[in-house]
Structures are given as structure tokens and as C-alpha cells.
């Protein structure tokens, strides 16, 4: 049950911590548990202050349990990673509106975001497609086919024996039309099985934190309003570096983590009432107004020494530096499936015995499949 009631300290404190309006704030009435964070528990009170204020890291609980159940799924070592990534990666998941996901009542929308890192994507579709009960697709630049990230959601689809609820669409954003006749083609599928959309509006990783998101294609406008869904904004934080970095990053700066602000829909009908311009002024004003001010965003810096295990396996195992990120990522989580142990184990042997290339997690897991 969700608390209406905004003048307590505990809202307060809340909208404090997370940057958010004290009206927006849920408190669940029996728990104290503050609702905007349903993969983090935080039961925020006068006690809490900027020395403890952070709310117990990501549970990942939840995401192994709905996973295990899903129907017509194998469950597996893709499904072990990603819970392993987001519990390393990802600080907080806020949502300023959080009653569909609470009530169960989430409809499919356009999520439209910034983009700072390349493992954000992955990380925000499994994480929403689990809360929302949604199925959902992203769009990604067609040179990433054959990025690790495209190998990963290709063994989480092989485990499907009626498709996956997760799916990435490529688009050619240099040819327009491309892009048009792609985005139509999810709206005719839409018709048979509907679905959200991610979207990284400006399309490239930026390369520091705290800059504004400035373009959009109006044809996402059009898409909403074909569809009539609502478009969600979406803000990723705390990924980049403040300053003089020049390398777009697949993971957060220094292995550090992100939030990930989902804000209020905008609702069909606003979209249907507004020019083109007024839409894409208001949608990308929402981008940049989510949590924290941008002008006050820094990196979120790893707590412990996750940076000198990665180097570490590197050395010992003669591995790539991604494959270190993936095995001290599985070594946080505990336990772990049967087919995770099997190919961990493959992949001691094969580094006492072959030179590794990089990729060789992802090639046992492929092997597997």
C-alpha cells in the first residue's frame, strides 16, 4: 500500500536523497520502504544522513526469481552475467512515478533516453522488462551486430522456445530512410504483439557527464502518436567522467556505477496536442531535469577494489580485459546456475592450458547454447 502522504519527514528526506519532488515521493504505509526504488530497499527517516544515506545496493533477488519462472524459458549462465553486471553497475533504479510498477499495471511506451555507456542498454531492457512484465526492444547502431553486448542478447534469445521478450533492432542512423522503415516495421509489429521501445535520442555515447541532451528525431514523435503510447524519459547518471575523457566507454568510468532516473509519462494525448517543436522542446527538457541537476553530476565512483581484481585476472588468466570484467562481476553474485559452473570451470582449464582470445566467455556460452 502506498502512503499519500507528502509532509512527513521520512517524504522528505527522500526527496532530499534522490533528488526528487516531495510530491512524487512514495512511502509504503506498513514498511516505511520508500517505493521509487522497487530494486533497492531504502526506509528513509531523520536518522538518515549523507554519511548513510545510500539505500542497500541493487537486489538482484527479484530479477533471479522472476527469471526461473518465466514461461518456456531454460534458464542460464546469460541470465547469472546480467544479474552480475546490474549488481555491480547499477546504484540506484528510480522511478518518479511508481504506482504501474507496484500495481502490476504497466502499459507499453517510448522510452527516451541519454546515453552514457554501452552495458546501460542491456541493463535497462532486462531491468524493465522484468518490472514492467512488458515486452520491450532497443535500438542499436547496426556497426554493433557483432559487439559483445549483440552476443550477449543473442544467447538470452536462444533460451526462448516462443521468442524473447528482449530484443535489439538495428538501424543505419546515417540512412534515413533506414531509420524510417525500420521504426515502421515495430509499429506494424506492434499490431501482433506490443512492445516498449528504448530509444538513446542523440543516438552516440556522450563522453562526460553532465551534458545536456539537445536533438531528437521527430520521427519518434510520429511514432508515439501512431501508436498512441506514451513517452517515457529517461536519464542515465553518474556513468562518465566530469572531464577529459575521449573514449566512448562500454562500462561506467573506472568500473563505478549509474543511476537510472525513469521519469512521469507523457501522456498520448499531450503528444497528439503539441507541435512538433513544443513535443521535442518539452521531451528532451524532461531528459535533462531528471534527478540531479546537471550541472551537479559526477561520476559514482567504485567503492571497492573491483578495478584491481579486473587487472589482476587479467594477469593471472592472460585474459581479456572483458572477459575479467565478466568473471569478477559472477564472482559477486555467490551462487550460480549449473551451466555458469560448468563453463567458469571450462574457462580455468582452457587459461592453464591455450592462450585466450577476447570473447572467450561469450564463445563458451555460445558453444552452449
Known amino acids: 500500500m502506498l502512503s499519500d502522504l507528502h509532509d512527513t519527514e521520512a517524504v522528505q528526506v527522500a526527496a532530499r536523497h534522490l533528488a526528487l519532488n516531495s510530491e512524487d515521493i512514495r512511502i509504503h504505509s506498513a514498511s516505511g520502504r520508500c517505493e521509487n526504488l522497487p530494486l533497492n530497499v531504502f526506509i ?42 546490474i549488481r555491480q553497475f547499477i546504484r540506484h533504479v528510480v522511478f518518479v512515478e511508481p504506482e504501474p510498477i507496484v500495481r502490476g499495471t504497466s502499459t507499453p511506451c517510448i522510452y527516451l533516453a541519454n546515453h552514457q555507456t554501452g552495458i546501460e542498454s542491456m541493463i535497462f531492457l532486462y531491468i524493465m522488462a522484468t518490472l514492467t512484465t512488458v515486452p520491450i526492444k532497443g535500438v542499436a547502431k547496426h556497426e554493433l551486430r557483432n559487439h559483445w553486448l549483440s552476443r550477449i542478447s543473442s544467447c538470452f534469445d536462444l533460451r526462448f522456445k516462443h521468442g524473447s521478450p528482449i530484443e535489439i533492432l538495428y538501424l543505419d542512423r546515417a540512412d534515413p530512410t533506414n531509420v524510417i522503415q525500420s521504426l515502421q516495421d515495430f509499429s506494424r509489429r506492434v499490431g501482433s504483439t506490443a512492445s516498449s521501445l528504448l530509444v538513446h535520442v542523440e543516438g552516440s555515447r556522450s563522453l562526460v557527464c553532465g551534458e545536456s541532451v539537445s536533438d531528437m528525431s ?28 575521449d573514449k566512448r566507454l562500454d562500462f561506467p568510468y573506472r568500473y563505478g556505477k549509474q543511476d537510472i532516473y525513469i521519469g512521469k509519462p507523457i501522456a498520448p494525448e499531450e503528444i497528439a496536442g503539441l507541435y512538433y517543436k513544443e513535443c521535442k522542446e518539452r521531451i528532451l527538457s524532461e531528459i535533462n531535469h531528471i534527478g540531479f541537476p546537471l550541472i551537479e553530476e559526477r561520476p559514482i565512483e567504485d567503492e571497492t577494489d573491483f578495478s584491481q581484481r579486473v587487472a589482476a585476472c587479467v594477469d593471472t588468466r592472460g585474459c581479456s580485459e572483458v572477459d575479467a570484467v565478466w568473471i569478477e562481476c559472477l564472482t559477486g553474485i555467490g551462487e550460480h546456475c549449473d551451466e555458469t559452473r560448468t563453463i567458469l570451470k571450462r574457462f580455468d582449464d582452457d587459461s592453464r592450458t591455450t592462450p585466450l582470445g577476447p570473447g572467450s566467455i561469450l564463445s563458451l556460452m555460445e558453444e552452449n547454447a
Not at 50 to 74: K, Q, S
Not at 234 to 244: N, Q, W
Open 218 to 245: 521527430a520521427v519518434l514523435i510520429d511514432l508515439a502518436r501512431t501508436l498512441g503510447y506514451p513517452i517515457v524519459p529517461v536519464r542515465f547518471i553518474g556513468g562518465l567522467p566530469h572531464t577529459g575523457n
Open 44 to 85: 528513509p527517516s531523520p536518522a538518515v544522513t549523507e554519511a548513510n544515506c545510500h539505500p542497500i545496493p541493487v537486489d538482484v533477488t527479484f530479477l533471479n526469481d522472476y527469471w526461473r519462472r518465466y514461461p518456456g524459458m531454460m534458464y542460464g549462465m546469460v541470465h547469472d552475467l546480467t544479474h552480475a553486471v
